[in-house]
Protein backbone atom coordinates (compact mmCIF):
# COMPACT_ATOMS: atom_id res chain seq x y z
CA UNK A 1 0.00 0.00 0.00
CA UNK A 2 2.82 2.36 1.04
CA UNK A 3 5.54 0.49 -0.78
CA UNK A 4 5.06 2.15 -3.89
CA UNK A 5 6.17 5.24 -2.11
CA UNK A 6 8.70 4.26 -2.23
CA UNK A 7 8.65 2.63 -5.46
CA UNK A 8 7.85 6.35 -7.12
CA UNK A 9 11.01 7.50 -5.15
CA UNK A 10 13.22 5.33 -6.26
CA UNK A 11 12.93 7.14 -9.76
CA UNK A 12 13.63 3.81 -11.86
CA UNK A 13 11.67 2.10 -14.65
CA UNK A 14 11.00 -1.10 -14.45
CA UNK A 15 10.61 -2.62 -17.54
CA UNK A 16 9.04 -6.63 -18.11
CA UNK A 17 10.83 -7.10 -21.62
CA UNK A 18 12.09 -11.31 -21.62
CA UNK A 19 16.27 -11.26 -21.21
CA UNK A 20 18.06 -14.26 -21.19
CA UNK A 21 17.96 -13.90 -17.50
CA UNK A 22 14.57 -13.75 -17.29
CA UNK A 23 12.67 -15.16 -20.17
CA UNK A 24 8.86 -15.25 -21.48
CA UNK A 25 6.91 -16.91 -18.15
CA UNK A 26 5.47 -20.08 -20.02
CA UNK A 27 1.80 -20.64 -19.34
CA UNK A 28 2.04 -22.77 -16.35
CA UNK A 29 4.79 -20.46 -14.63
CA UNK A 30 3.86 -19.47 -11.08
CA UNK A 31 1.70 -15.83 -11.12
CA UNK A 32 3.28 -13.79 -8.59
CA UNK A 33 1.86 -13.25 -5.74
CA UNK A 34 2.50 -9.43 -5.85
CA UNK A 35 1.31 -8.86 -9.23
CA UNK A 36 -1.85 -10.86 -8.47
CA UNK A 37 -2.80 -8.58 -6.04
CA UNK A 38 -2.67 -5.63 -8.41
CA UNK A 39 -6.37 -4.76 -7.95
CA UNK A 40 -6.81 -4.89 -4.19
CA UNK A 41 -3.25 -3.28 -3.74
CA UNK A 42 -4.53 -0.05 -6.15
CA UNK A 43 -7.60 -0.16 -4.05
CA UNK A 44 -5.37 0.83 -1.27
CA UNK A 45 -2.87 2.37 -2.41
CA UNK A 46 -4.54 4.81 -5.55
CA UNK A 47 -3.80 8.56 -4.76
CA UNK A 48 -2.29 7.25 -1.72
CA UNK A 49 0.94 8.06 -2.10
CA UNK A 50 0.08 11.99 -2.99
CA UNK A 51 -1.82 12.46 -0.14
CA UNK A 52 0.86 11.01 2.49
CA UNK A 53 3.35 12.71 0.53
CA UNK A 54 1.62 16.00 1.69
CA UNK A 55 1.54 15.57 4.63
CA UNK A 56 4.27 16.38 7.38
CA UNK A 57 1.97 14.11 10.37
CA UNK A 58 0.13 11.29 10.77
CA UNK A 59 -2.94 12.44 11.30
CA UNK A 60 -6.33 11.83 11.80
CA UNK A 61 -7.63 12.58 8.40
CA UNK A 62 -4.97 9.94 7.16
CA UNK A 63 -6.46 7.17 9.57
CA UNK A 64 -9.76 8.34 8.18
CA UNK A 65 -8.12 8.22 4.35
CA UNK A 66 -7.06 4.61 4.99
CA UNK A 67 -10.57 3.37 6.51
CA UNK A 68 -12.18 4.07 3.41
CA UNK A 69 -9.48 2.63 1.71
CA UNK A 70 -9.57 -0.64 3.66
CA UNK A 71 -13.05 -0.82 3.35
CA UNK A 72 -13.47 -0.26 0.08
CA UNK A 73 -11.30 -3.44 -0.57
CA UNK A 74 -13.85 -5.61 1.74
CA UNK A 75 -11.38 -5.61 4.88
CA UNK A 76 -15.10 -5.51 6.97
CA UNK A 77 -15.86 -3.31 9.73
CA UNK A 78 -14.69 -5.55 12.37
CA UNK A 79 -10.70 -5.67 10.85
CA UNK A 80 -10.85 -2.08 9.87
CA UNK A 81 -11.55 -1.27 13.45
CA UNK A 82 -9.28 -3.05 14.93
CA UNK A 83 -6.84 -1.92 12.19
CA UNK A 84 -7.15 1.77 13.21
CA UNK A 85 -7.86 1.73 16.68
CA UNK A 86 -4.94 0.00 17.20
CA UNK A 87 -2.42 2.32 14.46
CA UNK A 88 -4.36 5.77 16.52
CA UNK A 89 -3.29 3.95 19.96
CA UNK A 90 0.07 4.11 18.45
CA UNK A 91 -0.13 7.28 16.72
CA UNK A 92 -1.01 8.63 20.42
CA UNK A 93 1.58 7.02 21.99
CA UNK A 94 4.02 8.19 19.25
CA UNK A 95 4.96 4.98 18.60
CA UNK A 96 4.18 5.87 15.27
CA UNK A 97 5.43 8.86 14.25
CA UNK A 98 6.16 8.23 10.07
CA UNK A 99 5.85 6.48 7.13
CA UNK A 100 7.93 3.43 7.91
CA UNK A 101 6.92 3.53 11.38
CA UNK A 102 3.33 3.43 9.92
CA UNK A 103 3.65 0.40 7.34
CA UNK A 104 5.36 -1.56 9.83
CA UNK A 105 2.47 -1.46 12.31
CA UNK A 106 -0.08 -1.95 9.73
CA UNK A 107 1.45 -5.21 8.41
CA UNK A 108 2.40 -6.58 11.99
CA UNK A 109 -1.49 -6.10 12.42
CA UNK A 110 -2.77 -7.51 9.40
CA UNK A 111 -0.70 -10.51 9.92
CA UNK A 112 -2.00 -10.93 13.46
CA UNK A 113 -5.51 -10.90 11.98
CA UNK A 114 -5.22 -13.08 9.32
CA UNK A 115 -2.45 -15.41 11.46
CA UNK A 116 -5.18 -17.56 13.13
CA UNK A 117 -6.43 -19.08 9.31
CA UNK A 118 -3.26 -19.79 8.71
CA UNK A 119 -3.60 -24.08 9.14
CA UNK A 120 -1.98 -25.82 6.17
CA UNK A 121 -4.25 -28.81 4.72
CA UNK A 122 -1.97 -32.41 6.16
CA UNK A 123 -3.35 -34.94 4.84
CA UNK A 124 -1.18 -38.07 6.29
CA UNK A 125 -3.99 -38.46 8.75
CA UNK A 126 -5.78 -41.34 6.63
CA UNK A 127 -5.58 -43.28 4.06
CA UNK A 128 -6.97 -42.31 1.17
CA UNK A 129 -7.46 -38.56 3.12
CA UNK A 130 -11.01 -38.02 1.00
CA UNK A 131 -11.34 -34.29 0.45
CA UNK A 132 -14.93 -32.85 -0.42
CA UNK A 133 -15.30 -29.96 -2.16
CA UNK A 134 -18.13 -27.35 -2.49
CA UNK A 135 -19.65 -24.48 -3.11
CA UNK A 136 -21.69 -21.93 -5.18
CA UNK A 137 -21.53 -22.51 -8.84
CA UNK A 138 -18.86 -21.04 -10.80
CA UNK A 139 -16.93 -20.00 -7.79
CA UNK A 140 -13.61 -22.33 -8.96
CA UNK A 141 -14.14 -25.97 -7.57
CA UNK A 142 -13.34 -28.25 -10.64
CA UNK A 143 -10.73 -25.51 -11.58
CA UNK A 144 -9.10 -25.69 -8.23
CA UNK A 145 -9.44 -29.60 -7.97
CA UNK A 146 -7.06 -29.84 -11.04
CA UNK A 147 -4.40 -26.99 -9.01
CA UNK A 148 -4.87 -29.49 -6.00
CA UNK A 149 -4.39 -32.24 -7.79
CA UNK A 150 -0.81 -31.14 -9.48
CA UNK A 151 0.32 -29.71 -5.55
CA UNK A 152 -0.44 -32.93 -4.33
CA UNK A 153 1.40 -35.12 -6.95
CA UNK A 154 4.28 -32.54 -7.12
CA UNK A 155 4.51 -33.73 -3.38
CA UNK A 156 4.77 -37.25 -4.98
CA UNK A 157 1.42 -38.52 -3.52
CA UNK A 158 -0.79 -40.57 -5.34
CA UNK A 159 -4.32 -38.62 -6.33
CA UNK A 160 -7.36 -39.91 -7.61
CA UNK A 161 -10.61 -37.70 -8.66
CA UNK A 162 -14.25 -38.51 -8.09
CA UNK A 163 -16.70 -36.65 -10.85
CA UNK A 164 -19.26 -35.94 -8.32
CA UNK A 165 -21.07 -33.12 -10.49
CA UNK A 166 -23.34 -35.43 -12.44
CA UNK A 167 -25.31 -32.05 -13.14
CA UNK A 168 -24.10 -31.55 -16.35
CA UNK A 169 -22.14 -33.84 -19.07
CA UNK A 170 -19.63 -30.83 -19.37
CA UNK A 171 -18.56 -30.90 -15.85
CA UNK A 172 -17.54 -34.80 -15.92
CA UNK A 173 -15.24 -34.01 -19.34
CA UNK A 174 -14.09 -30.83 -17.44
CA UNK A 175 -12.63 -32.85 -14.50
CA UNK A 176 -11.32 -35.82 -16.61
CA UNK A 177 -9.57 -33.15 -18.53
CA UNK A 178 -7.91 -31.76 -15.26
CA UNK A 179 -7.22 -36.20 -14.99
CA UNK A 180 -5.33 -35.87 -18.27
CA UNK A 181 -3.04 -32.86 -17.22
CA UNK A 182 -2.09 -34.63 -13.92
CA UNK A 183 -1.69 -38.12 -15.37
CA UNK A 184 -4.19 -39.03 -12.55
CA UNK A 185 -7.05 -41.47 -12.50
CA UNK A 186 -10.81 -39.85 -12.29
CA UNK A 187 -13.64 -42.06 -11.27
CA UNK A 188 -16.59 -41.37 -13.05
CA UNK A 189 -20.26 -42.85 -14.04
CA UNK A 190 -21.25 -40.24 -16.56
CA UNK A 191 -23.58 -37.60 -15.97
CA UNK A 192 -27.35 -38.49 -14.25
CA UNK A 193 -25.66 -40.82 -11.82
CA UNK A 194 -26.23 -40.26 -8.12
CA UNK A 195 -23.38 -38.19 -6.47
CA UNK A 196 -23.03 -40.03 -3.60
CA UNK A 197 -22.61 -43.54 -5.43
CA UNK A 198 -19.68 -41.72 -7.62
CA UNK A 199 -17.64 -40.29 -4.35
CA UNK A 200 -17.94 -43.55 -2.25
CA UNK A 201 -16.98 -45.60 -5.53
CA UNK A 202 -13.91 -43.46 -5.84
CA UNK A 203 -12.86 -43.89 -2.30
CA UNK A 204 -13.30 -47.88 -2.29
CA UNK A 205 -11.57 -47.62 -5.32
CA UNK A 206 -8.44 -45.28 -3.77
CA UNK A 207 -8.73 -47.97 -0.88
CA UNK A 208 -8.02 -51.01 -2.73
CA UNK A 209 -5.34 -49.33 -4.35
CA UNK A 210 -3.63 -47.77 -1.46
CA UNK A 211 -4.02 -44.16 -3.01
CA UNK A 212 -3.37 -41.26 -0.85
CA UNK A 213 -5.91 -38.95 -1.48
CA UNK A 214 -9.46 -38.61 -3.25
CA UNK A 215 -10.67 -34.99 -4.33
CA UNK A 216 -14.47 -35.02 -5.21
CA UNK A 217 -15.71 -32.81 -6.97
CA UNK A 218 -19.56 -31.60 -6.58
CA UNK A 219 -22.02 -29.27 -8.64
CA UNK A 220 -22.41 -25.78 -7.78
CA UNK A 221 -25.20 -25.04 -5.58
CA UNK A 222 -26.79 -22.00 -3.74
CA UNK A 223 -27.26 -22.36 0.53
CA UNK A 224 -30.87 -21.89 -0.56
CA UNK A 225 -31.35 -24.80 -2.36
CA UNK A 226 -32.44 -27.31 0.08
CA UNK A 227 -32.64 -30.76 -1.55
CA UNK A 228 -28.93 -29.95 -3.17
CA UNK A 229 -27.57 -29.13 0.37
CA UNK A 230 -28.78 -32.22 1.68
CA UNK A 231 -27.44 -34.20 -1.15
CA UNK A 232 -23.91 -32.82 0.46
CA UNK A 233 -25.14 -34.49 3.67
CA UNK A 234 -26.00 -37.71 2.13
CA UNK A 235 -22.41 -38.00 0.48
CA UNK A 236 -20.78 -37.33 3.85
CA UNK A 237 -23.36 -39.96 5.24
CA UNK A 238 -22.81 -42.33 3.05
CA UNK A 239 -18.80 -41.72 3.01
CA UNK A 240 -18.87 -42.10 6.88
CA UNK A 241 -19.94 -46.00 6.04
CA UNK A 242 -16.20 -46.62 4.49
CA UNK A 243 -13.93 -44.21 7.24
CA UNK A 244 -16.49 -42.50 10.36
CA UNK A 245 -13.86 -39.75 9.81
CA UNK A 246 -14.56 -39.25 5.83
CA UNK A 247 -14.33 -36.37 4.05
CA UNK A 248 -11.45 -35.63 6.10
CA UNK A 249 -11.40 -32.23 4.56
CA UNK A 250 -14.50 -30.64 3.54
CA UNK A 251 -13.60 -27.40 1.37
CA UNK A 252 -15.64 -24.74 0.38
CA UNK A 253 -14.54 -23.16 -2.90
CA UNK A 254 -15.24 -19.56 -2.29
CA UNK A 255 -14.86 -16.77 -4.87
CA UNK A 256 -13.11 -13.67 -3.45
CA UNK A 257 -14.66 -11.33 -6.37
CA UNK A 258 -18.14 -12.21 -4.23
CA UNK A 259 -16.37 -10.34 -0.97
CA UNK A 260 -18.88 -9.93 2.03
CA UNK A 261 -21.60 -11.35 0.07
CA UNK A 262 -19.43 -14.79 -0.46
CA UNK A 263 -18.80 -14.53 3.47
CA UNK A 264 -22.57 -14.95 3.88
CA UNK A 265 -22.74 -18.19 1.50
CA UNK A 266 -19.87 -19.86 3.08
CA UNK A 267 -21.56 -19.18 6.51
CA UNK A 268 -24.66 -20.90 5.66
CA UNK A 269 -22.75 -23.75 3.67
CA UNK A 270 -21.09 -24.22 7.29
CA UNK A 271 -24.17 -24.51 9.11
CA UNK A 272 -25.51 -27.36 6.75
CA UNK A 273 -22.94 -29.88 6.27
CA UNK A 274 -20.17 -28.48 8.53
CA UNK A 275 -16.71 -27.54 6.40
CA UNK A 276 -13.08 -27.57 7.87
CA UNK A 277 -11.85 -25.86 5.43
CA UNK A 278 -11.57 -22.92 2.86
CA UNK A 279 -10.27 -22.02 -1.14
CA UNK A 280 -10.46 -18.47 -2.11
CA UNK A 281 -10.44 -18.57 -5.61
CA UNK A 282 -9.81 -15.71 -8.54
CA UNK A 283 -7.81 -12.95 -5.93
CA UNK A 284 -6.23 -11.93 -8.96
CA UNK A 285 -9.29 -10.82 -10.94
CA UNK A 286 -10.70 -8.67 -7.81
CA UNK A 287 -10.40 -5.47 -5.91
CA UNK A 288 -12.29 -7.60 -2.76
CA UNK A 289 -9.24 -9.18 -2.14
CA UNK A 290 -9.23 -7.76 1.42
CA UNK A 291 -12.27 -10.29 2.36
CA UNK A 292 -9.70 -12.56 3.93
CA UNK A 293 -9.90 -10.21 6.35
CA UNK A 294 -13.28 -10.85 6.83
CA UNK A 295 -12.77 -14.44 6.69
CA UNK A 296 -10.35 -13.93 9.39
CA UNK A 297 -12.95 -12.10 11.55
CA UNK A 298 -16.10 -14.00 11.52
CA UNK A 299 -15.96 -16.98 9.54
CA UNK A 300 -12.97 -17.87 11.64
CA UNK A 301 -12.60 -21.03 9.35
CA UNK A 302 -8.64 -22.06 7.95
CA UNK A 303 -7.97 -20.71 4.49
CA UNK A 304 -5.98 -23.58 3.28
CA UNK A 305 -5.36 -22.27 -0.16
CA UNK A 306 -5.76 -18.96 -2.11
CA UNK A 307 -6.34 -18.99 -6.04
CA UNK A 308 -4.80 -15.94 -8.03
CA UNK A 309 -4.87 -17.68 -11.65
CA UNK A 310 -6.16 -19.95 -13.83
CA UNK A 311 -3.02 -21.85 -14.21
CA UNK A 312 -2.11 -25.87 -12.73
CA UNK A 313 0.37 -23.48 -10.71
CA UNK A 314 -2.24 -20.39 -9.83
CA UNK A 315 -3.22 -22.42 -6.47
CA UNK A 316 -0.86 -21.86 -3.38
CA UNK A 317 -0.94 -22.71 0.24
CA UNK A 318 -2.02 -19.56 2.51
CA UNK A 319 0.34 -18.19 4.27
CA UNK A 320 -0.43 -14.86 6.75
CA UNK A 321 3.04 -12.82 5.99
CA UNK A 322 3.11 -13.15 2.36
CA UNK A 323 -0.09 -12.13 1.92
CA UNK A 324 0.31 -9.15 3.81
CA UNK A 325 3.70 -8.20 2.60
CA UNK A 326 2.70 -8.64 -0.98
CA UNK A 327 -0.25 -6.48 -0.37
CA UNK A 328 1.43 -3.97 0.97
CA UNK A 329 4.58 -4.20 -1.22
N1 LIG B 1 -8.53 -15.61 -12.73
C1 LIG B 1 -8.86 -16.71 -12.08
N2 LIG B 1 -9.80 -17.51 -12.59
C2 LIG B 1 -10.12 -18.62 -11.91
C3 LIG B 1 -9.51 -18.97 -10.67
N3 LIG B 1 -10.06 -20.12 -10.25
C4 LIG B 1 -10.97 -20.49 -11.17
N4 LIG B 1 -11.01 -19.59 -12.19
C5 LIG B 1 -11.88 -19.59 -13.38
O1 LIG B 1 -13.24 -19.54 -12.97
C6 LIG B 1 -14.06 -20.19 -13.95
C7 LIG B 1 -14.97 -21.19 -13.25
O2 LIG B 1 -14.18 -22.21 -12.72
P1 LIG B 1 -14.73 -23.68 -12.45
O3 LIG B 1 -13.61 -24.42 -11.84
O4 LIG B 1 -15.37 -24.26 -13.63
O5 LIG B 1 -15.83 -23.35 -11.35
P2 LIG B 1 -16.81 -24.38 -10.64
O6 LIG B 1 -17.00 -23.89 -9.26
O7 LIG B 1 -16.34 -25.77 -10.81
O8 LIG B 1 -18.14 -24.14 -11.49
P3 LIG B 1 -19.46 -25.05 -11.51
O9 LIG B 1 -19.03 -26.46 -11.57
O10 LIG B 1 -20.19 -24.59 -12.74
O11 LIG B 1 -20.22 -24.73 -10.26
C8 LIG B 1 -13.11 -20.82 -14.94
O12 LIG B 1 -13.02 -20.02 -16.07
C9 LIG B 1 -11.77 -20.85 -14.20
O13 LIG B 1 -10.66 -20.81 -15.06
C10 LIG B 1 -8.51 -18.08 -10.13
O14 LIG B 1 -7.94 -18.25 -9.06
N5 LIG B 1 -8.23 -16.97 -10.90
MG1 LIG C 1 -17.26 -27.45 -11.55
Known amino acids: MFGFIKRKQKNTSETATPTAESPVLSEDSPADLSQSLEKTKRTFSDGMADFFLGKKNIDRELLDELETRLLSADVGIDATTTIIDELQSDISRKVINDADSLHTKLADIMKTILQPCEQALKTESAKPFVILVVGINGAGKTT ?25 AAAVEQLQEWGKRNDVPVITQGSGADPASVIFDAVQSASSKNVD ?13 DNLMDELAKIKRVLAKIDIDAPHETLIVMDAGFGQNALHQAQQFHDSIGLTGMAVTKLDGTA ?3 VLFSIAKSLKLPVRFIGIGEGI ?8 AEFVDALLE
Do not use: C, E, W, Y
Open 144 to 168: SIGKLAHHFVQQGKSVMLAAGDTFR
Open 213 to 225: IVIADTAGRLHTQ
Open 288 to 290: KGG
Open 313 to 320: NDLRPFNA
